[in-house]
């Protein structure tokens, strides 16, 4: 019997985004940086508005924002889990992609 040529599963780019007008710092810290919001700066587009793209690899991850050393779910989060600090965890699902 033939082995299967199994591709390796890519990352895919996920864009994260959050409205805080009076934030002086936002990051994004989750599963994918084991909760280090120094790891995952975000920029500030002006307006209120900041974003981080990260290439992340498939699966379900949790995140939260940090906004000026608060950290807050993302309203816009589609899935949310409950956390062990009384608060929930956002999620986001990165699907499957094989490497061409």
């Not at 299967?4 to 990352?11: C, G, L, M, S």
């Amino acid at each position: 019997m033939k082995p299967k040529n199994k591709k390796p599963k890519v990352p895919a780019a996920v864009h994260f985004e959050l409205a805080a007008t009076a934030a002086r710092e936002v990051c994004v810290a989750g599963s994918f940086n084991d909760w280090h919001p120094a790891a995952s700066p975000m920029i500030d587009l002006g307006g209120g508005r900041w974003a981080k793209d990260l290439a992340l690899p498939p699966g379900a991850h949790e995140y939260l924002f940090v906004v000026d050393g608060q950290w807050w779910p993302d309203p816009g989060a589609r899935a949310t889990v409950p956390n062990p600090f009384g608060g929930v965890n956002s999620v986001v699902t990165v699907a499957s992609r094989a490497a061409m």
